[in-house]
């Protein structure tokens, strides 16, 4: 048995939890902050926050720089951690997968736990980062190798996963067929992490596109719904979120990939990315108004053909951490 680390903020850690675990022969107890999500088969464990204090109240988080957030004296922190262990010592599992908690995945080495660190892109090379990517087995990366990971020390080359973008909807048939006739349209296909970008500043790019339909879907929709509406545009216009980006790979749309403040500049990392590998337009920052005609005929160009990032990185991740799995026992 594994275990899964899920951190809380945002969908996209519980999103390819749940699209790995689909797919793994091992079973699977999920841990986060988060409730049990529907659908989950193995066991939950459901950990205390510890972010519910206000940031004046909170003393020395990094412990001296060498870690993400280890507030003093949080009870929170204290239970979480506390949880983890008494798990670790119930449960004797034989890995725990971490997206993402360098704290976490501290915790379960510590208690002899292998773990394997889902990897993220942007600028990881920090002492807290470079600990957890040290003492992982391996990195999961959810990327094609070479998108990300330039200049990292060849020792986590070495044990990097390139699963390519995981998607709920890999392996999904795609439903509609553009019709020659039918003006050209826009998706916004916004998640749950804080944004930059306002109605009011799509309204203007809508405004100042006036030969293209735009609307806009956010998390509150199905699965159903935004798959249709995925496969029904001509073009998506999308934060640089891991995720965004694998579903509009996986419904092969032509994209404008926005970049959003992240830490450690992930996004900025991601959107950069796809437009060098000539896959999307990939932009830093939400353009002017004026700009929107000429970047979504700059979209269409390049076509949406995503088989360089996307490959079905769900089924590929499970079937390496079960072999991973089998590899250790025959080793033992």
């Known amino acids: 048995m594994i275990g899964w680390y899920v951190h809380h903020v945002g969908a996209g850690h519980l999103t390819r939890a749940r699209a790995i675990a689909a797919h793994l022969r091992t079973d699977v107890t999920g841990l986060s902050s988060l409730p049990r999500p529907e659908g989950w088969t193995g066991d939950w464990v459901r950990l205390a926050r ?37 798990w670790v010592a ?8 971490v997206d993402v908690s360098v704290e976490v995945a ?57 699963v390519g973008g995981l998607s709920r ?9 553009l019709r020659a006739a039918a003006p050209p349209s826009v998706l916004v296909l916004w998640g749950q ?6 109605a009011d500043d ?33 073009v998506v216009v999308t934060h640089a979120g891991q995720n965004a980006v694998a579903e509009v790979a996986a419904a092969g749309r032509p994209a404008v990939v926005v970049a959003q403040p992240r ?30 005609p000429v970047l979504l005929a700059q979209a269409v160009r390049r076509g949406g053909d995503w088989t360089g990032w996307h490959a079905g990185g769900a089924a590929h991740a499970a079937r390496l951490l079960d072999q991973h799995l089998t590899d250790r026992a025959g080793a033992a």
Do not use: N
């Open 50 to 86: 510890d972010d519910a204090r206000r940031p004046a109240s909170v003393r020395d988080p990094t412990a001296g720089g060498t870690l993400h957030w280890v507030p003093e004296h949080d009870d929170g922190l204290r239970a979480r951690t506390a949880a983890v262990v008494a």
């Open 169 to 177: 909807f890999d392996g999904r048939a795609r439903t509609h067929r």
């Open 106 to 162: 501290l915790t379960a080495r510590l208690c002899g736990v292998p773990v394997v660190v889902v990897a993220m892109p942007g600028d990881r090379r920090d002492r807290a980062h470079a600990t957890a990517y040290d003492l992982a087995d391996h990195l999961l990366a959810p990327w094609p190798d070479g998108a990300h990971d330039g200049g990292w020390p060849q020792a986590w080359l070495d044990k990097t996963w390139h």
């Open 90 to 97: 119930a449960a004797r599992p034989e890995l725990l997968v």
């Open 263 to 292: 830490p450690h500049e992930e996004q900025l990392a991601t959107a950069a990315a796809v437009d060098r590998l000539g896959l999307a337009v990939g932009l830093s920052h939400w353009p002017d108004p004026g700009a929107w």
């Open 202 to 234: 799509v309204r203007a790019a809508a405004q100042a596109s006036a030969d293209w339909t735009w609307r806009t879907v956010g998390p509150e929709a199905t699965m159903d719904d935004i798959w249709e509406d995925l496969c029904a545009a001509t």
């Open 193 to 198: 992490g804080g944004r930059s970008v306002t």
